[in-house]
């Protein structure tokens, strides 16, 4: 398993992408791939915003000055801040639509409750 981390068996990859290039850019097509698909099914934004943030890091692979680390680490935190909002905005809708779904309900209940009285 170590030697996955290794290139040519004697030099470490850089600090910042520690898989191979190969590695890296298959772990980024499936991970496009799997968000992509979660998009299409459910259309919730948080899952373009993983998108992006899984893809960005290959940056990782090509610039490694510590400006674009830099650059990269601000997009990431926006990106995984976004997530965190859109999906507590659509927890919260989810939430509103599920109380309006079964107030009427309970409505009709109280209802025929005092029609009885």
Not at 55 to 62: I, N
Request: net charge negative; aromatic share 10%; glycine share 4%.
């Amino acid at each position: 398993m170590l030697t996955l981390f290794v290139d040519d068996g004697a030099k470490l990859q850089n600090v910042y992408a520690p898989l191979p290039l190969g590695m890296h850019i298959g772990f980024c097509v499936l991970a496009t791939i799997l968000y992509a698909v979660l998009y299409m099914r459910r259309r919730k934004p948080s899952y373009l915003c993983l998108l992006a943030a899984v893809d960005l890091t290959v940056v990782t692979q090509f610039w490694t000055h510590s400006a674009v680390i830099a650059t990269l680490f601000a997009a990431e935190v926006c990106l995984l801040t976004a997530c965190i909002v859109f999906s507590y905005k659509a927890a919260k809708q989810k939430k509103l639509e599920t109380a309006a779904a079964s107030a009427p309900e309970e409505d009709a209940v109280d209802g025929a409750f005092e029609d009885e009285e």
